[in-house]
């Protein structure tokens, strides 16, 4: 992957978890870009409540990875990078 798509990827990726942001906001959360690798995986931190919540892979199945998905049909795989069950 060339510097011009990497960044046009990570803006599109940007874009689709500013959609789901407010949602976690508001439940005294957030969601962080750790990582697009070359090969199209992104690789996701929640932060904040969603780190703890009981309903955390949920969410980020339901909401982060299909808003990811979306937005850039191209990337391979959605990961988390601090929930154990999905990293």
Not at 32 to 58: H, W, Y
């Amino acid at each position: 992957m060339n510097t011009i798509e990497k960044e046009k990827t990570l803006g599109l990726i940007e874009q689709a978890l500013d959609s789901v942001r407010p949602y976690l906001i508001a439940d005294g959360g957030n969601v962080k870009l750790a990582e697009l690798t070359d090969d199209f995986i992104v690789r996701l931190e929640l932060t904040g409540s969603c780190q703890t919540c009981p309903m955390n892979a949920m969410t980020f199945r339901a909401g982060l990875e299909e808003a990811v998905r979306k937005a850039v049909p191209h990337v391979l795989r959605v990961e988390a990078v601090n929930i154990p069950a999905l990293a």
